[in-house]
């Protein structure tokens, strides 16, 4: 409550005690008067009536009635008795009438009204006694209406008081307290308004000091504006790379998972997006082995080169940011699933890019992580699903896009939607490739071409590549036809080049009901290109669908077709279903063969696999080579085909439609 109406409130209280205090003293005045009243006339009257009977001609009864009748028969008296010398009662008239007056405010103001008496003799002898009362009928309803004449004075003073405390605020908030309201949010919204002049005395004080309050203000304003800016910078962009930090982030990611405005917003035909994190994972060692400048001066050209990429790739309105020290964040608002993962494949190829050196001759290594969300989606728990993901990737030991835990669904309703969407139409309408790469011997005889099958979309500037698309694909149960499209892309190859081609295919679809019935059909087509085709499988298979690839490598027999097994270092379980199967091949990679040059016992069971792969007539390949050193400890232990980036080459890729 403001003052000004404490003050009104106060002074209402305090006229309303007094008149109320005036009611009370005015009626208790009127009460104890008519009080005193009644009693001087029961006394008058007694005295007098005493005298009259003591006359001796008023002696007999009849005359002592008629004059006790007579006074009593005057209406002023409700009791007239007149008794012995004994106390018997002789004459008695009296009456029960009662006055107009409500009974509760006889009983708040109740009237003292004794009776008196007076002695009759004759002489010196007692003749009797007489005993008036005067009535209260008529000081009663006097009592009453004065009290309500009273009554309707003090309302009457407390309405009139209570208009003018009513008009009295609003004319001040009116004439000044709205107008210097006014100017003080004019104030506070940097309007400053013009000169205001007191149209009250005594609130010349106020403003003037409003007044200068504003010039003071007006004064400091553009400087204060000046450091809010510069502060505005400083709390939302990192000061090394000039990215937006993490409150900056966290805000904009709130922003678009607040479901209203995604309702609203220009974003409302394609809601959510997605959101990537990648991680240096060796910025503590880089901190330590390159001065502070270099590493700044390092991580400002990267941003520069992923803003570039970003713009090239024509990605609307991406916020990138850092969130720590070795964190990135990359925001893709309204973003298919299709569009954001070959962003991320894009961030990869640019991190590697920009590697440096750490530690004994090694290169820095990134981490990433990428996940889909939606309106009303938790920021909490998409963040903790990205670090679980990132902590993931690196046990893992790659820089591949991690997309999720394996205890979490990997495709939001949106996400399935539009993955559904692309590799629907793909398969509709054909629109998948190989890609080739060559698989040589050490001297760089080529041994066969190997395809990856490539995904074609509207929402992509570049096809996607089976690693990044069969996941979903998975999801989704379409693997089966993803991977009869490898076949018959590589079946149309073979019939126009010589040479042989590998093509790989999804642990899922060997299960797929339909799927080794439409193989084995095509290939029974085209026996002479089959003999010169192989399909390569994941190492977990042989454990977890055994019978599937059991079914599968006796297709191969039918046709002429081979069976290579791949990420057999990931699966060594696999070794006890070797002798049960007919392969063609067998793949060590990842980061068994990264290892490789500082483990032993990693040599010692290559070696143990070599063995068991000879004996069996299986070839056995490495892949993932990292450098010279591996390659010669390979070559060293009898495995003369390999792949990777220590063989020194980088073969050319081609495409086929």
Known sequence: MSI???????????????????????????????SGQLQVQSNDAAVSLALSLSQPANSDRITQELLVSALFDGGH???????DPQGKVVISRSTEAAAAVPGWFQRLVPLSNKSATHVVTDGWRQLG?????ATDIYAWETLWGSSLRMIVLVISAGVVWALFAFALVRWIEKRLLAEVGEQMR??????????????????SGITDALNKTREQLRASSDEQNAKIESLQI???????????????????????????????GAGAAMPGGHILVFRQRDLGAINRHMPREFVDQWLRTLVDRLRAMLENMQVGEPVLARLNGSDFALLLAHCSAPKAIMVAERLRAELR?????????????????????????????LLGRLDYALMRGESSGDDHVQLTSDDEPMLSANSESSWRQVITAGIERERFTLSLQPLSFLDGQLLRQEATLMLHSEDASEPIPAKLFIPAAIRLDLSADCDIQAVRLALSWLTMNAGELTVRLSMPSLGHQ???????????????????????????????????????????????????????????NALSQLHNLQLAYVKLGGGFVGGMAHSIGSQQLTVSVLETARALNIAVYAEDVPDAVTRNILANLGIDIMSGPGLGQRPDAGMVA
């Open 4 to 34: 000004l109406r404490q003050l009104l409130l106060s002074i209402t209280l305090a006229i309303a005690i007094i008149l109320l205090g005036t009611l009370a003293l005015s009626v208790t005045a009127a009460r104890d008067y008519l």
């Open 77 to 83: 008296f409700s009791l007239v008795k007149l008794t």
């Open 129 to 133: 006694e007489v005993t008036l009362t």
């Open 186 to 203: 004019a104030i506070g919204r940097g309007q400053w308004g013009q000169h205001l002049a007191p149209r009250v005395a005594e609130f």
């Open 234 to 264: 400083e709390v939302n962009q990192d000061p090394v790379t000039g990215l937006a930090n993490r409150k900056y982030f966290i805000n904009e990611f709130l922003r678009e998972l607040d479901p209203d405005r995604a309702l609203t």
């Open 353 to 381: 890019a920009a590697r440096i050196p750490v530690g004994e001759g090694g290169l820095c290594r990134w981490v990433q992580a990428l996940a889909d969300y939606a309106p009303g989606a938790q920021v909490g728990d």
């Open 514 to 572: 339909n799927f080794l019935l439409q193989l084995e059909r095509m290939l029974a087509e085209k026996r002479a290109q089959a003999s010169r085709l192989l399909v390569e499988i994941d190492a977990h298979a042989l454990v977890e669908r055994h019978a599937e690839v059991a079914a599968l490598c006796r297709v191969a027999a039918k046709s002429g077709m081979r069976v290579g097994v791949r990420r057999l270092a990931q699966q060594f």
